[in-house]
């Protein structure tokens, strides 16, 4: 889990989750190794209920010990959108039985996922809408951006990519990328969250900018649960912004 901060209260209650196979004799292996393959052999929807089962223990957990706002994002692969049965309801049903309201997870997906007309994506994300969820836009910038989706989904944040955020300093063109970003999402009634925030002079120009959310390194690398929340949900004091 990587938290996502509240700039304007410095305060974590939102992290996403970032799956990482632990194998026998190979370690850890990142996502990047392991999604595509799984996307291509269709392993991909049962790691992807793993994924949702995990996390909504995990947030069941964290609301009612930490904050009761408490909220896990997951990523969701286009190819799990593809299924035509795709378990929406048998999630819906689960965040019920653990008493948890719809909005204790948000599900990422990038912005190409909303021009597949083969996926059906609007039906599937408007009852996924309906139930509560939250929708992140991941790696903002990067994809075909339709606009009008973006507002006509009702999508709630959106995730300006890490390649904005690498060379963002004063006089920079990410400068002026990052503040029309803002300004749109704001204006649509979006909140953004900035991904890859690896220093402070990235952080302070975000603020300054009016940017809702940060994630990186800067605030911390992925960790797992128990670290997380040794990190975060001790004290008051460190569950604010370092
Ligand atoms: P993503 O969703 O764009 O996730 C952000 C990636 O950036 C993560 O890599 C995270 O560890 C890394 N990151 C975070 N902060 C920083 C920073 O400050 N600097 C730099 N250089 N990197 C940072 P990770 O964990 O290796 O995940 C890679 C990708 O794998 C994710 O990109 C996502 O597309 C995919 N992925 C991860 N977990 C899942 C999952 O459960 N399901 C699916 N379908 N895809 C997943
Ligand atoms: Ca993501
Ligand atoms: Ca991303």
Redesign the pocket.
């Known amino acids: 889990y ?1 938290p996502i901060v509240d700039f304007k209260s410095g305060y974590t209650y939102k992290a ?5 196979w632990n194998h026998p004799t190979l370690g850890l292996i ?3 190794r392991f ?1 595509p393959v799984a ?1 291509e052999t269709g392993a ?1 929807t049962e ?2 209920e793993w ?1 949702f089962q995990q996390a909504a223990n995990q947030v069941a957990k964290w609301r009612s010990k930490h904050n009761s706002e408490f909220q896990i994002s ?4 286009p190819v ?1 959108f593809t299924n035509r049965e795709d378990g929406h309801d048998a999630w819906i049903n689960h965040l019920q039985e653990l008493h948890l309201p719809g909005d204790s997870l948000a599900i ?1 997906i990038t912005e190409n996922l909303l021009l597949d007309v083969k996926s059906n994506i609007n039906d599937k994300l408007l009852k996924f809408r309906n139930a509560g969820f939250q929708v992140s836009i ?2 903002f910038g990067t994809g075909y951006s339709s606009l009008s989706y973006l507002q006509k989904l009702d999508i709630d944040y959106l ?1 300006i990519d ?1 390649s904005f955020i690498r060379n963002l300093q004063e006089d920079s063109s990410e400068l002026v990328l990052c503040i029309a970003i803002i300004t749109m999402a704001h204006n649509l009634g979006l909140r953004v969250i900035a ?4 220093t402070e002079t990235q952080r302070d120009l975000l603020i300054s900018m009016g940017c809702d959310y940060g ?4 605030f911390s ?2 960790i797992p649960a128990e670290e997380f929340d040794a990190s975060f949900c001790l004290t008051e004091k460190s569950k604010k912004m370092k």
């Open positions: 990587q996403e989750a970032l799956i990482r990142p996502p990047d999604i996307e991909i790691i992807g994924v997951i990523n969701k692969s799990q990422e991941d790696d995730k890490q991904e890859g925030v690896e994630q990186g390194y800067l690398k992925p």
